[in-house]
């Protein structure tokens, strides 16, 4: 008689039977698994168990996703294709599938399932890939960042508020009418161009999803994105890279900027995506809404930096190859992505063991009754899952030699007293290092009681929980490997993306019904990294962050349309203030995360690519590793939280301005001193406190010529007022030197 428990573990394997099927299918051998992602491979073998078994009449029957069945058409996905030199686009339209754009020998392209085993098995084809898509993640910030010298040293207009550059954003839950994005002087969207995926009107539209508004006016008049009634995301990150402000102290970084926006799509959204199209929404969709920014750009002959606040958990599966290269193909002079890290390091989910030790535990939590975790090993390593102590302790063990490539490993752990089970599955793709234990309970994680995992080789080895519901935690000795680390979502772990990590300045704030919202984390409440902020290095031991910068309590604009929809959210008790404008309700938000910083940079950068327009990638990594602040002095910089430090922008500024290289003047701000304009000719230096040393100021061209000298006395005031000379307009310094602490710096100005 099969005991319950081998019913058990059959069940479990069944339940990867379809994706067993599909690793060995075909003709070919293996030709089809060892060019398609794992995610492909899991849409064909959901395919191929729908048209073996569902009845078309009940696919979708309950409203909710099913796989399409025998007599429907072929759902479509959209994906990565890296083809030879011999591969023509017409290949494309014989397997029913549509190319979307191109970038050297990788293609964007909507390709029916039912057609990757046949694109697979050609030869002018080397992969196939895409991947689900991920979650989302003014005031003081432009303070701390140190933007408020760009603007405020200047004479009018300002030098440096972004103007003529096109910040890019991609993200969800947009709203174009909050006055934050209009031009105040015209009342038109700043927003020259949208393509929001999940449009609905697709008639007579070129995309492949939704559908795009250009010109200001259409912009407006389309109003906000599908989806702007569910999540308001978007809209504050929007304005914390570029908003206007709109008579608040609550503008954005580059707030004179282009703008140019896409609604992609994320897990919030999937409610509103029809169940037929759910697979046109990858990574690959996300890569056109990358190229659809910075084409617009270049027809606006415009430099353009892209804010990108969402992302997924970076695994040992090579999932991402083509996104990360096509990433690194549309980056380049005047064109820079800059990615969130993560809000990822509240919990461990990384254990790894050196080759120094034998073995390494940790004990295992989850809120669900599922998990998955990635195991990497340069060599034969075992692994002892157990759960229960002392004599009632259940133990599974399963080594590397179990585990041949494209094969299927099962087990089953049982509680003491047989009511609660562990079912395991382990795969393990072609002649790849890594293999997936995938985990499967009858009740929730945290009910199994002393799970725990042990790590023995004498090789390296490391285990990665795929999602931070699912982490480990350290107890007592022998089970205390785990840490926080190796946790930088993608696309923020790709080479060629600026990764943004979140500090924290504001602690707290009043809500526009006049409550303190405190939200204080101990002992990192001083300009420190954040708590929750992803650290690295990436899986394969490269820095991230690069940078960070203020991401908690950020103030911004919030949806109208969001706040109609949801007066009573949580969410909107974090907000700040309401406020009426052409007869609709808008609000002020405070949010944190690295969503947040992440905008914050990217607006920084637009005042960089201002002052170079062909600015590179590199050129920014160089710059802020130049001009960061080092918020832990004991720290050596770089490192794997901070990255090079938190941003300086007016450093950054001053130094692609070549101000360093001027001998006599000093490239930083002048903190404690406030430069205005009286008229054409007059400006005035004001401080807070009376000058009680005396000031030396020197005006210089941009080439260091110093064209006029000032000594100015000290004395029972807070103001010197400058007469300028004549000069034809350009861009000037004026550099203050003085014993007085926070006078020294420089003041760049447009005459």
């Known amino acids: 008689m099969t005991s319950f428990t081998t019913i058990i573990q059959r069940v479990f394997a069944l339940s990867l039977l379809w994706l067993w099927t599909a690793l060995s299918w075909g003709g070919s ?96 084809v080397r992969r196939i890939e895409a991947r689900a898509t991920g979650k989302v993640l003014m005031d003081t910030t432009r303070m ?24 890019g954003v991609m993200d969800v839950g947009f709203d174009f009418t909050h006055p934050t ?36 006016q259409k912009v407006l008049d389309y109003a906000h994105s599908r989806d702007a009634m569910l999540i308001s995301h978007g809209t504050h990150t929007l304005g914390i890279a570029a908003g206007g402000g709109y008579d608040s102290p609550y503008r954005g ?48 002959s415009a430099p353009c930096v892209i804010s990108f606040s969402e992302g997924y958990h970076e695994q040992w599966d090579d999932e991402d190859l083509l996104y990360a290269e096509f990433l690194s193909r549309l980056v380049g002079p005047g064109r820079i992505i800059v990615t969130s890290a993560g809000n990822e390091s509240v919990v461990p989910t990384y254990l790894g063991k050196p080759s120094s030790l034998y073995q390494v535990g940790a004990q295992l939590m989850g809120g669900e009754k599922q998990g998955v975790m990635h195991f990497f090993a340069d060599g034969p ?32 752990l049982w509680t003491h007293d047989r009511h609660r089970y562990l079912a395991l599955q382990a795969l393990r793709r072609p002649s790849l290092p890594f293999c997936q234990l995938s985990l499967q309970s009858n009740d929730y994680l945290y009910n199994l009681s002393h799970l725990r995992l042990l790590l023995r080789s004498t090789s390296t080895v490391s285990a990665l929980c795929s999602s931070s519901s699912f982490f480990f935690f350290n107890s007592d000795e022998g089970w205390d490997g785990a840490t926080a680390t190796h946790n930088i979502l993608a696309p923020g772990c790709f080479p060629s993306v600026i ?26 409440n001083d300009g420190v990294l954040a708590t929750y902020s992803s650290v690295g290095p990436t899986l394969d031991g490269r820095l991230k962050p690069e940078v960070v910068a203020p991401g908690n309590n950020i103030i911004s604009s919030y949806s109208s349309f969001y706040l109609a929809a949801n007066p009573q959210a949580s969410d909107i008790q974090s907000d700040i203030a309401h406020f009426d404008y052409n007869g609709r309700t808008y609000a002020w938000n405070a949010n944190t995360g690295t969503s947040m910083a992440t905008p914050v940079v990217a607006g920084g950068i637009a005042l960089w690519l201002q002052a170079k327009p062909d600015l590179t ?51 930083q701000a002048p903190h404690a001193i406030t430069f205005s304009r009286m008229d054409n000719n007059t400006v005035r230096l004001s401080a807070a406190s009376s000058f009680t040393a005396p000031l030396c100021v020197g005006l210089y061209d941009m080439q260091g010529r110093q064209l006029h000298t000032y000594h100015l006395s000290a004395g029972d005031h807070s103001e010197h007022i400058l007469t300028l000379p004549t000069l034809s307009s350009a861009l000037y310094l004026l550099s203050v030197s003085s014993p007085q602490s926070g006078y020294n710096g420089v003041f760049v100005f447009r005459y």
Not at 274 to 298: C, H, N, P
Not at 381 to 402: C, I, M, P, R
């Open 29 to 124: 051998g293996d030709l089809s698994s060892s060019k398609l992602s794992s995610y492909l491979t899991y849409l064909l073998s959901q395919r191929r168990a729908a048209l073996a078994a569902c009845p078309p009449s009940v696919a979708m029957a309950d409203g909710q996703y099913r796989p399409l069945c025998s007599g429907q058409s072929s759902p479509q996905v959209m994906a990565f294709v890296q083809t030879d030199g011999s591969f023509e686009d017409e290949v494309f339209s014989s397997h029913g599938a549509r190319c979307c754009c191109r970038v050297g020998d990788i293609a964007v392209a909507l390709l029916p399932i039912d057609a990757l085993p046949s694109l697979a098995t050609r030869e002018d």
């Open 144 to 167: 701390i960042v140190n933007a408020t010298p760009a603007y405020q040293s200047s004479m009018s207009p300002h030098p440096f508020t972004g103007k003529g550059v096109v910040v």
């Open 381 to 412: 390593f075992e692994f002892l899952l157990s759960v229960g102590e002392g004599a009632t302790t259940s133990t599974v063990v399963f080594s590397s030699s179990s585990l041949e490539n494209d094969t299927l490993w099962c087990d089953t």
């Open 499 to 524: 990764t943004v990590g979140s500090t924290i300045h504001r602690t707290g704030f009043y809500n526009y019904l006049n409550e303190y919202k405190d939200y204080a984390q101990e002992g990192r």
């Open 181 to 216: 994005f209009l031009d105040m002087e015209t009342g038109r969207s700043r927003v020259g161009a949208f393509w929001d995926q999940l449009s609905l009107d697709t008639v007579g539209t070129s995309l492949p999803v939704g559908a795009d508004y250009v010109g200001e």
């Open 253 to 300: 970084v580059a707030y004179e900027s282009e703008l140019c926006v896409v609604a992609n799509a994320v897990n919030t959204d999937l409610p509103l995506i029809d169940s037929t199209d759910i697979y046109r929404y990858t990574t690959a969709t996300d890569a056109l809404g990358f190229k659809y920014i910075f084409d617009y750009a270049e027809r606006r």
């Open 617 to 667: 990638p590199e050129e920014v990594v160089e710059l802020l590793q130049l001009t960061s602040r080092h918020p832990e002095q004991e720290l050596t910089y770089p490192n794997n939280e901070y990255g090079y430090g938190e941003m300086d922008i007016y450093a950054g500024l001053l130094r692609l301005l070549g101000v360093d290289a001027i001998e006599g003047v000093t490239a």
